[in-house]
């Protein structure tokens, strides 16, 4: 019923698929024409013309045989002597300076650098100048706070000496998640700067690192600060030889850190407590514990001795206080790795209200500075605990007060009112030599600080987050020597 058949194939030609066609083409274009040509320059001759060397003659004085020339310098000698001796002991020309380069007796700004980027929102809270001179930082914050911070603000930098510097744009910026309330460069490294921020956190940095600049850290912890951090700076031991960071807030606690590179972390090594028992007898509250914390607005370490320092509070009250100090431990609400004890060993007048500023004198080693919320500048004598010197500039607050790192007699201060007071002490006790504004804005400046390297140059930072740059006349910046000598009697005269 079924056979099988083989059928032949049947193809189909493909109606999609077009053959390719290949065709070679070129073209040639104008041949190049190159034409050498050459110049020739001008022959220069040099000439030279000698002229006859003069004949060399002796020198001969002429004799005197009368023995008149004799007699005459005997018998003016001793009074020419006498006149130099006394011209050697006057003090005639001690502030005499000349100077025809400049303006002896001006000040004025040279540059007023700015972040736009932090729109204006921020305080310049501190300023610094690292260890050559050339690069002033700047720390942004607010100085009022409701509640945990948050902003998020900045550290920067300009370097001064780029002829290309802009005045708008920091060379270094180092964005931060809470405000930074003060900062310190390394006394040596001019790359190394540390940090405090208002969470209670202290931070190191290296600005020579491209990527992480960040190299340690507190951290936030029992160990750390439990409040704003106020003041951060660099001390020596005894012996000048390891240099320690040394931070202090308003919980009280003043902390000695060690680096530890490698875990990127600040370790405390030493601290201490202020507390209400160091308190004048007046000033202390019924019913207020002894082992209560008293904040801490500002430190100065003393030139000299390095066991010394002295802090200004909350509370008005300057301290001084000691490296070695054995004064009571801290109360057991006070949680640390390291025992905390107090510091004081002795106490001065109060300002009323909070002390701003606190600085050992540079030069002379009695005398410190110091200014507050009270309106006053304050020269104290570190034997005394009454001011040998109040100064009332009626600018409103005092925010800053700071020595000159040059001349023993001068100081600067910022005021409420936006204006920087130059005081020469010589000159003038209580009324400055010179009074600039130093906010565009007229806005508070919270912070100055003299440049310890170009002594010519002086930073202010205000309210508004305007750091102006200014450059000080000669005679603010000359020492005759005799400035200590002014200060020490001033100091030593009133605190008798």
Not at 151 to 169: F, Q, V
Not at 173 to 180: A, K, M, N, Q, W
Not at 313 to 334: D, L, R, T, W
């Amino acid at each position: 019923m079924f056979t099988d058949e083989l059928l032949d194939g049947v193809n189909f030609t493909s109606t999609w698929k077009k053959e390719r066609y290949l065709d070679d083409q070129q073209t040639q274009t104008v041949e190049l024409q190159v034409c050498d040509q050459s110049a020739q320059s001008y022959k220069y001759r040099d000439e030279g013309v000698q002229t006859d060397e003069e004949p060399k003659r002796k020198l001969r004085l002429a004799e005197d045989s009368s023995g008149r020339l004799l007699e005459f310098l005997r018998r003016t000698e001793p009074y020419v002597s006498k006149q130099l001796i006394n011209n050697l002991r006057s003090r005639a020309f001690d502030d005499f300076d000349v100077g025809w380069d400049e303006d002896k007796s001006g000040v004025s700004c040279i540059h007023t650098l700015t972040n736009p980027g932090l729109n204006g929102k921020f305080q310049v809270t501190d300023l610094s100048w690292n260890s050559t001179g050339s690069v002033v930082a700047a720390s942004f914050g607010q100085v009022e706070h409701e509640d945990w911070c948050t902003h998020h603000t900045a550290m920067c930098t300009w370097n001064l000496d780029r002829s290309s510097i802009k005045e708008d744009k920091p060379d270094t910026t180092i964005e931060l998640d809470s405000c930074l309330m003060c900062l310190a460069f390394h006394p040596k490294n001019p790359a190394i700067i540390a940090g405090g921020n208002f969470n209670g956190e202290v931070l190191l940095w290296d600005l020579s690192r491209e990527d992480d600049m960040l190299i340690a850290t507190s951290g936030l912890g029992e160990d750390a600060h439990q409040e704003p951090v106020s003041k951060v700076c660099w001390i020596t031991d005894t012996k000048g030889k390891k240099i320690y960071l040394v931070s202090a807030s308003a919980d009280g606690k003043i902390i000695q850190w060690k680096i530890d590179r490698k875990a990127q972390k600040l370790l405390p090594k030493d601290g201490f407590m202020l507390m209400t028992q160091s308190l004048p007898r007046r000033m202390k509250v019924k019913g207020v514990r002894g082992d209560k914390e008293v904040g801490v607005t500002c430190i100065s370490y003393h030139s000299e001795d390095k066991d010394m320092f002295l802090v200004g509070s909350e509370a008005g009250v300057i301290f001084k206080c000691s490296m070695n100090s054995q004064g009571p431990p801290a109360g057991s609400h006070v949680t640390s790795s390291i025992p905390l004890k107090s510091p004081v060993t002795f106490t001065y007048n109060p300002h009323h209200g909070p002390v701003y500023a606190v600085e050992c004198s540079p030069f002379q080693r009695n005398a410190f500075v110091s200014a507050g919320m009270d309106q006053c500048i304050r020269l104290y004598s570190i034997l005394q605990a009454q001011p040998v010197l109040t100064i009332e500039p009626g600018e409103g607050y005092i925010h800053s007060a700071t020595w000159s790192p040059v001349k023993a007699t001068v100081m600067a201060a910022t005021t409420q009112t936006g204006n920087l007071l130059i005081y020469d002490l010589k000159q003038g006790k209580t009324v400055p030599v010179h009074k600039m504004t130093a906010s565009p804005n007229k806005q508070p400046v919270y912070s100055c600080s003299f440049n310890p390297q170009q002594t010519q140059l002086l930073a202010t930072g205000d309210a508004a987050g305007f750091i102006q740059i200014f450059k000080l006349s000669s005679n603010l910046r000359t020492s005759t020597g005799k400035e200590a000598e002014f200060i020490g009697s001033l100091v030593n005269v009133s605190s008798e």
